[in-house]
Each structure stands twice: as structure tokens, then as C-alpha cells.
């Protein structure tokens, strides 16, 4: 499931390496300081032991002679441990000593010297191999005229300096190996997570709208990712859902009117037509296909509100101008149909949304309202534009007192093409309040038909100002 | 009016050219966007008439660098993008008017004649007066026969559109457009019951009246 290659591509990973690199450089870089600082204090301090010891017996042998020191060398010799010791005669003749291989040169002249050995193993560790190390040495004349040699075998120095070596290579690679583990198995289940989204995808790619990407209830990173996922994808197969209606409401609404402009025209056509039935035959010929228009229009028009306009569509605008505008233009048009149109219009309502689109929406209500109001003997037929805001919420709407919807339609006359039975007589393309809804939706509010005891109270409901960001 | 027409469907062509032949215009045609190009800016027309998407070169483009050679003459676009952006980016690119298609021919024919007037300086009149009705925008009065009229302000504004386009149809489109600044076809005659309002208030009581209405077009001002 998981190659290599995979794990490598993954940030954590990366990030991990990244910081396991810096971390052993930092490391190498304070152990070797540590090191460093170590070692030259090591050799301080025996330079100080070499100095010390030469001081003493020359001390000593310049009060008490030089059988005295032959001695004391004596003495030093025999203890065990990293002291060298060597006393020779002023020709160079040696006396006592626990070393026999000096270089000559280091006993021909007083000074410091350090140099490389290879003698023999010690007689308690027979069969060992030559013993390799390097010697610090001073050599002194002394008062009595013999020549004095003390030093020290690094061979310890070094072997601390190998134990510090093995003690920060084990650190540094305990810290890369746990580093390591650590950064796969975290990779691993950032993986395994991702996998389960791409498997999701790649099956909704396949054609199945309905899978969703699960959700693990730990609300991390990935849930809100996953909830977004979801959210889009819901979105998605509204959309398609949309789609599919559409062409099939096309399909079926929009051939209708086609047969009807095709049969007219072939009527105009025919042979035995005097000119005026030719003409009116024409003339219908028009209004049929500015109706079909129309209709395109109407459905065009749902499409980019559904689809959420281009960003800059959507601007500050004055929502109780347009509304009050908008009754103004259709008050007359009310009255004239023996009805009354009321306005309840809060000043000052600003919102973010599309003027025309807007406007669109409430001409749609108002005429829904005009068109469908059944004239009551001894009832004035009334249609009240409001226009409320309150709680970071504006309310359009639009209440007549006509003869309502039946409770089981509210829902369906929202969908496109949906025009009730009873009203398939009337003009319009059944698109009204399809695209109100859509209009709302694209301002991030929704339509609400709600009884008005006696007539229908159409209820658009936006989000305030500062809510209604675009969105795109 | 010499009327150069610039749209590359031969058909909608000849019909338009036809069209506005019988309307008493000459009509020259280009059928793509560099010709077009090329006569509007050596010769001289009242009206362009310019489709939004031509081979070559596209309407808005031609429109564009027409009016950085200083080529003020009225242009209306024609296209088959009608949304609220489209228009507006029209109208930016340096187009007076902007026709969705389809359309009617009364329509466009009305809108061309409209605009052709607007060459003239009569947009910045302060009066207007068609047989006795007197319209004083700054003063915001209105009177016939030296009577006062008392006008709704959507009702003056209706009727100093009407009288700025004395003698010219103007469709109901163009009225919604230009009156309420909306762009969208309302279903029911609604701007016919203010048309018989403001005629109500304009034409009553008077022998000869003002305010025709042109059927299958819209509404005229004249004497």
C-alpha cells in the first residue's frame, strides 16, 4: 500500500529528515566542543604532573645528590601506571629507568619532547600485540650532572578519547533511529488517511455521486477537511441533481411550445390561407418564440445565480431602494387590477448582493401574487411588500390574501417548471420561483412560502450585511 | 441615417440590412471584426451597429480602439451574452447601448434612432417643449399651455426621457432601462399602466394629444 517512494513525498518526512540533519549537526558540533575542551584540559594537567615531578627531583638532587634521586627513579619506576621515568649518566649511559627504547635525541638534550612508540605488551599480558602509543617527555640536567627524563604514556588519553567517540556515535544514531520511526509512523497515518480520501474521490470520479469521505470523529485537521469535502460534494450532487431535472424539464416544457411555434408557422404555410389568418398565424408565430425566450432567459438567469455569479457581480447595494423601487413599478399595475399593493419598507437596508438579480426576485414575487389572486366578492385583494431587518437577518417579503398553496405543494412549487395543476392555464414559464430560490441561495439565503391565513407569505431571508461575502 | 452593420451571420445580416433599407436607412455591412474595423474608422456613420463576437476581431476590441482615435460615433452592440457583467463591460469597453439577441427589429430600430440623436448636442438641454408641453429639468416643473402639470418624480422622469427622444419610438425595454435601470423583461404590461397614467395627467383634457402609443413598438412624444 505504501511504496517508498510514497513515504519519501510525504511532508513529514521531510520535515522529519530536515530535522533530524540540523539536530546532528548541532550535536556533532557541541559533543566535538565538548571534546575538544576535554582533551586540552587532560593534557594541561599532565604537562603540570610532567613538570611537577621533574621540579621535585631536581630539587631533590640538587639537596640531597645524586644518589638520592638514583632513589627516588627507582622508586617512581617500579609504580604502575602511565609514568616514564629514566635517569642516565652525563655521557648518556643509562642508570635506572622503566623504558629502555628512548629515542637518542630525547637524552641529548633538555627540552619537551612527544613522540611515537611500539614496545613490547607488558609480561602479565602475554600474547598481546605491540603496544602503540605516543610518549610526553621532558628531559632535565640535573646539578649532579645526570641526565633526568619524565613523562607520561598517552595511551590513557587516548582511550578516553575512544570511549567519548563510541558514546556520541551510539547517541547520534539512537536520535536518527527514533527520529525515523517516529517520522514514518506519523507519515503512515497521515497516508493511510489521505488514501481513504483518494479512494473516495476516485470512486465519486467513477460516476458514484453518493460516497462520502468518512469522518472520524477525532476533529482534527483531516475531519474538517473531510467535512468540507462533504460539504462540496452535497453541493455537487445538488448541482447535478439540478442539471438532470433541467433537461429533462426542458425536454419535456420547452417541446411543448416548440410544437406549438412549428404547427403555426406550417399553418401560415398552408395554401388556402387568406392573408389575414396568414398574419395573425405569424404574429403568434412571435409571441410563442419570445415566450420560448423568455423561458431561456428564466433558466439561464437560475443557472448563473445556482452557479454563483463571477465575483464583482455581487456589490453594496441599497436593498430598500430596490425594493421600494420595485413596488413603486408594479403599485399602478395592483391597482388597476382592483388590488392594493401596501409597502412596509425599513430605511436604509444596505446588503451585498446583485441589484438586478434582486429586483428580478421580487418582480417574480409580486407578479406570482397578481396572477394568482382570485377576485373574493365583498374582500379587497391586498399585496403587502415588507422589507424588515432584525438580528443580522433581512426579510423580504412579499403576503397577499389570495387563495394560497395547499400545504403538500410549498415544497414543490420552488422546483423548476413546477406550476400547479389548477394554474396550467395561466401564462408564465413556471420558472418564477425557481429563480427566487436560486437568487436567494446565491445571496446565502433561501426562500420560505408560508400561510398567510387566507393567501401565501413569500419570505426571502438573507443574511445581513456583514454575513453576505461573495462566494467565490 | 448611414448605418454601418458588423456581424458575420450572413443571414441575420441580410435581413437586418433589408430591414432598416425599408425603415429609409443605408446600411453598409462588414462580416468580421478587421473590415469593420477598417470602414468604421475611414468612413462616416451616424450608427455602428457591432456583434460582440466576430472572426478577426471581436466587437468590444473594435469599439475600443475606435474611441482612443477620438471616434465618437454612437455604437450599440448586439450580442448573446446578457448578463448583468456583460452589459456592463460593453458599455465600458465605449458602446452606448447594449442589445441582447434575439431581439425584435422594432426594438433595435428604435434603439439606433434614439441613439443617432444623441450626436447632437441635445442631451445637454436644460428644455425640453413638444407642442406646448414644457419641461424644465433643472426646476424639475412641467406645464401644458402655461398650466401646471404636478408630476410623481418617476412620472418626470418617464416623461424627460420621452420628450429628450421627442419624434423617436421608444420600446417599454428601453424605458424599464432607462427610467428604473433594471434589464430584465417584466411578464405583464406594467409599464403600460404608468404610460396611461402620465398621459392621464398629460394629454386630458387637451384636443390633440401628445403621447402616442406605436403598436407592436412602444410609446412616442410629438406634436
Same mark, same amino acid.
Given at each position: 500500500?505504501?511504496?517508498?517512494?510514497?513515504?519519501?513525498?510525504?511532508?513529514?518526512?521531510?520535515?522529519?529528515?530536515?530535522?533530524?540533519?540540523?539536530?546532528?549537526?548541532?550535536?556533532?558540533?557541541?559533543?566535538?566542543?565538548?571534546?575538544?575542551?576535554?582533551?586540552?584540559?587532560?593534557?594541561?594537567?599532565?604537562?603540570?604532573?610532567?613538570?611537577?615531578?621533574?621540579?621535585?627531583?631536581? +630539587?631533590?638532587?640538587?639537596?640531597?645528590?645524586?644518589?638520592?634521586?638514583?632513589?627516588?627513579?627507582?622508586?617512581?619506576?617500579?609504580?604502575?601506571?602511565?609514568?616514564?621515568?629514566?635517569?642516565?649518566?652525563?655521557?648518556?649511559?643509562?642508570?635506572?629507568?622503566?623504558?629502555?627504547?628512548?629515542?637518542?635525541?630525547?637524552?641529548?638534550?633538555?627540552?619537551?619532547?612527544?613522540?611515537?612508540?611500539?614496545?613490547?605488551?607488558?609480561?602479565?599480558?602475554?600474547?598481546?600485540?605491540?603496544?602503540?602509543?605516543?610518549?610526553?617527555?621532558?628531559?632535565?640536567?640535573?646539578?649532579?650532572?645526570?641526565?633526568?627524563?619524565?613523562?607520561?604514556?598517552?595511551?590513557?588519553?587516548?582511550?578516553?578519547?575512544?570511549?567519548?567517540?563510541?558514546?556520541?556515535?551510539?547517541?547520534?544514531?539512537?536520535?536518527?533511529?527514533?527520529?525515523?520511526?517516529?517520522?514514518?509512523?506519523?507519515?503512515?497515518?497521515?497516508?493511510?488517511?489521505?488514501?481513504?480520501?483518494?479512494?473516495?474521490?476516485? $470512486?465519486?470520479?467513477? @460516476?458514484?455521486?453518493?460516497?462520502?469521505?468518512?469522518?472520524?470523529?477525532?476533529?482534527?485537521?483531516?475531519?474538517?477537511?473531510?467535512?468540507?469535502?462533504?460539504?462540496?460534494?452535497?453541493?455537487?450532487?445538488?448541482?447535478?441533481?439540478?442539471? +438532470?431535472?433541467?433537461?429533462?424539464?426542458?425536454?419535456?416544457?420547452?417541446?411543448?411550445?416548440?410544437?406549438?411555434?412549428?404547427?403555426?408557422?406550417?399553418?401560415?404555410?398552408?395554401?388556402?390561407?387568406?392573408?389575414?389568418?396568414?398574419? !395573425?398565424?405569424?404574429?403568434?408565430?412571435?409571441?410563442?418564440?419570445? $415566450?420560448?425566450? $423568455?423561458?431561456?432567459?428564466?433558466?439561464?438567469?437560475?443557472?448563473?445565480?445556482?452557479?454563483?455569479?463571477?465575483?464583482?457581480?455581487?456589490?453594496?447595494?441599497?436593498?430598500?431602494? =430596490?425594493?421600494?423601487? =420595485?413596488? !413603486?413599478?408594479? @403599485?399602478?399595475?395592483?391597482?388597476?387590477?382592483?388590488?392594493?399593493?401596501?409597502?412596509?419598507?425599513?430605511?436604509?437596508?444596505?446588503?451585498?448582493? *446583485?441589484?438586478?438579480?434582486?429586483?428580478?426576485?421580487?418582480?417574480?414575487?409580486?407578479?406570482?401574487?397578481? +396572477?394568482?389572486? !382570485?377576485?373574493?366578492?365583498? $374582500?379587497?385583494?391586498?399585496?403587502?411588500?415588507?422589507?424588515?431587518?432584525?438580528?443580522?437577518?433581512?426579510?423580504?417579503?412579499?403576503?397577499?390574501?389570495?387563495?394560497?398553496?395547499?400545504?403538500?405543494?410549498?415544497?414543490?412549487?420552488?422546483?423548476?417548471?413546477?406550476?400547479?395543476? +389548477?394554474?396550467?392555464?395561466?401564462?408564465?414559464?413556471?420558472?418564477?420561483?425557481?429563480?427566487?430560490?436560486?437568487?436567494?441561495?446565491?445571496?446565502?439565503?433561501?426562500?420560505?412560502?408560508?400561510? *398567510?391565513?387566507?393567501?401565501?407569505?413569500?419570505?426571502?431571508?438573507?443574511?445581513?450585511?456583514?454575513?453576505?461575502?461573495?462566494? *467565490? | 441615417?448611414?448605418?454601418?452593420?458588423?456581424?458575420?451571420?450572413?443571414?441575420? /445580416?441580410?435581413?437586418?440590412?433589408? /430591414?432598416?433599407?425599408? /425603415?429609409?436607412?443605408?446600411?453598409?455591412? &462588414?462580416?468580421?471584426?478587421?473590415?469593420?474595423?477598417?470602414? &468604421?474608422?475611414?468612413?462616416?456613420?451616424?450608427?455602428?451597429?457591432?456583434?460582440?463576437?466576430?472572426?478577426? #476581431?471581436?466587437?468590444?476590441?473594435?469599439?475600443?480602439?475606435?474611441?482612443?482615435?477620438?471616434?465618437?460615433?454612437?455604437?450599440?452592440?448586439?450580442?448573446?451574452?446578457?448578463?448583468?457583467?456583460?452589459?456592463?463591460?460593453?458599455?465600458?469597453?465605449?458602446?452606448?447601448?447594449?442589445?441582447?439577441?434575439?431581439?425584435?427589429?422594432?426594438?433595435?430600430?428604435?434603439?439606433?434612432?434614439?441613439?443617432?440623436?444623441?450626436?447632437?448636442?441635445?442631451?445637454?438641454?436644460?428644455?425640453?417643449?413638444?407642442?406646448?408641453?414644457?419641461?424644465? #429639468?433643472?426646476?424639475?416643473?412641467?406645464?401644458?399651455?402655461?398650466?401646471?402639470?404636478?408630476?410623481?418624480?418617476?412620472?418626470?422622469?418617464?416623461?424627460?426621457?420621452?420628450?429628450?427622444?421627442?419624434?423617436?419610438?421608444?420600446?417599454?425595454?428601453?424605458?424599464?432601462?432607462?427610467?428604473?435601470?433594471?434589464?430584465?423583461?417584466?411578464?405583464?404590461?406594467?409599464?403600460?399602466?404608468?404610460?396611461?397614467?402620465?398621459?392621464?395627467?398629460?394629454?386630458?383634457?387637451?384636443?390633440?394629444?401628445?403621447?402616442?402609443?406605436?403598436?407592436?413598438?412602444?410609446?412616442?412624444?410629438?406634436?
Amino acid at each position: 500500500m505504501f511504496r517508498l517512494s510514497q513515504l519519501w513525498r510525504t511532508t513529514t518526512v521531510r520535515l522529519t529528515a530536515l530535522f533530524m540533519l540540523i539536530f546532528v549537526v548541532f550535536a556533532v558540533g557541541l559533543l566535538g566542543l565538548v571534546f575538544w575542551q576535554t582533551s586540552v584540559q587532560l593534557q594541561r594537567q599532565q604537562t603540570d604532573a610532567i613538570d611537577r615531578e621533574a621540579a621535585q627531583l631536581m +630539587k631533590l638532587d640538587s639537596d640531597g645528590g645524586f644518589r638520592a634521586t638514583i632513589v627516588a627513579v627507582q622508586r617512581l619506576s617500579t609504580l604502575p601506571g602511565p609514568g616514564i621515568y629514566y635517569l642516565a649518566d652525563p655521557s648518556g649511559q643509562v642508570i635506572v629507568g622503566n623504558v629502555t627504547d628512548l629515542p637518542p635525541e630525547v637524552v641529548a638534550e633538555p627540552g619537551t619532547y612527544s613522540f611515537n612508540y611500539s614496545r613490547p605488551p607488558p609480561f602479565d599480558e602475554v600474547g598481546a600485540a605491540q603496544r602503540q602509543g605516543t610518549d610526553v617527555v621532558r628531559t632535565e640536567r640535573l646539578s649532579s650532572g645526570l641526565i633526568l627524563v619524565v613523562g607520561r604514556d598517552v595511551v590513557e588519553r587516548r582511550g578516553f578519547t575512544a570511549i567519548v567517540f563510541q558514546w556520541f556515535a551510539m547517541g547520534v544514531g539512537g536520535i536518527l533511529l527514533f527520529s525515523l520511526i517516529a517520522g514514518v509512523v506519523t507519515s503512515v497515518r497521515v497516508l493511510r488517511r489521505i488514501d481513504t480520501i483518494t479512494s473516495t474521490s476516485n $470512486k465519486i470520479m467513477a @460516476g458514484d455521486l453518493s460516497e462520502r469521505v468518512p469522518v472520524t470523529g477525532r476533529n482534527d485537521e483531516f475531519d474538517a477537511l473531510a467535512t468540507n469535502l462533504n460539504a462540496m460534494l452535497d453541493r455537487i450532487e445538488t448541482l447535478m441533481q439540478g442539471m +438532470k431535472e433541467v433537461t429533462d424539464n426542458v425536454a419535456h416544457d420547452l417541446k411543448t411550445p416548440l410544437t406549438r411555434l412549428r404547427n403555426k408557422a406550417e399553418s401560415a404555410l398552408r395554401e388556402n390561407q387568406d392573408e389575414g389568418a396568414r398574419r !395573425e398565424a405569424l404574429e403568434t408565430t412571435i409571441e410563442e418564440s419570445d $415566450k420560448l425566450i $423568455k423561458t431561456f432567459n428564466a433558466l439561464l438567469m437560475i443557472a448563473r445565480a445556482e452557479a454563483g455569479t463571477p465575483s464583482g457581480a455581487l456589490t453594496d447595494i441599497d436593498l430598500s431602494a =430596490v425594493v421600494g423601487d =420595485v413596488a !413603486e413599478l408594479y @403599485g399602478p399595475l395592483a391597482e388597476d387590477e382592483g388590488l392594493t399593493l401596501d409597502t412596509d419598507i425599513d430605511e436604509g437596508v444596505r446588503i451585498h448582493g *446583485n441589484r438586478e438579480l434582486l429586483g428580478q426576485a421580487l418582480v417574480n414575487l409580486i407578479e406570482n401574487a397578481l +396572477k394568482y389572486h !382570485e377576485p373574493v366578492e365583498g $374582500k379587497a385583494g391586498l399585496i403587502k411588500v415588507s422589507l424588515k431587518s432584525a438580528g443580522g437577518r433581512v426579510l423580504i417579503t412579499v403576503a397577499d390574501n389570495g387563495p394560497g398553496i395547499p400545504e403538500a405543494d410549498r415544497g414543490r412549487v420552488v422546483e423548476r417548471f413546477v406550476r400547479l395543476e +389548477k394554474s396550467r392555464t395561466e401564462a408564465g414559464s413556471g420558472l418564477g420561483l425557481s429563480l427566487v430560490a436560486a437568487v436567494a441561495r446565491l445571496h446565502r439565503g433561501e426562500l420560505r412560502l408560508e400561510d *398567510n391565513a387566507p393567501g401565501v407569505r413569500a419570505v426571502v431571508d438573507l443574511p445581513a450585511a456583514q454575513g453576505a461575502t461573495p462566494q *467565490n | 441615417m448611414k448605418i454601418l452593420l458588423i456581424e458575420d451571420d450572413r443571414e441575420a /445580416a441580410t435581413y437586418l440590412i433589408q /430591414a432598416l433599407d425599408e /425603415a429609409g436607412h443605408v446600411t453598409h455591412h &462588414a462580416s468580421d471584426g478587421e473590415t469593420g474595423y477598417a470602414m &468604421a474608422s475611414s468612413m462616416d456613420y451616424d450608427v455602428l451597429i457591432v456583434d460582440r463576437m466576430l472572426p478577426r #476581431r471581436d466587437g468590444l476590441s473594435i469599439i475600443e480602439s475606435l474611441r482612443a482615435e477620438n471616434n465618437h460615433t454612437p455604437v450599440l452592440i448586439l450580442s448573446a451574452l446578457g448578463e448583468v457583467d456583460d452589459r456592463v463591460t460593453g458599455l465600458r469597453a465605449g458602446g452606448d447601448d447594449y442589445l441582447v439577441k434575439p431581439y425584435a427589429f422594432t426594438e433595435l430600430l428604435a434603439r439606433i434612432e434614439v441613439l443617432a440623436r444623441r450626436s447632437t448636442p441635445a442631451e445637454a438641454a436644460t428644455t425640453f417643449e413638444v407642442g406646448g408641453l414644457q419641461l424644465d #429639468r433643472l426646476s424639475r416643473k412641467v406645464e401644458r399651455d402655461g398650466e401646471a402639470i404636478l408630476l410623481q418624480p418617476r412620472e418626470f422622469r418617464l416623461l424627460e426621457y420621452l420628450m429628450k427622444n421627442a419624434g423617436k419610438v421608444v420600446t417599454r425595454t428601453m424605458l424599464l432601462e432607462n427610467v428604473w435601470d433594471y434589464h430584465f423583461d417584466p411578464q405583464t404590461n406594467v409599464i403600460d399602466v404608468h404610460m396611461s397614467r402620465l398621459r392621464a395627467k398629460i394629454d386630458k383634457g387637451h384636443a390633440n394629444p401628445l403621447l402616442h402609443t406605436i403598436r407592436g413598438a412602444g410609446y412616442m412624444i410629438r406634436d
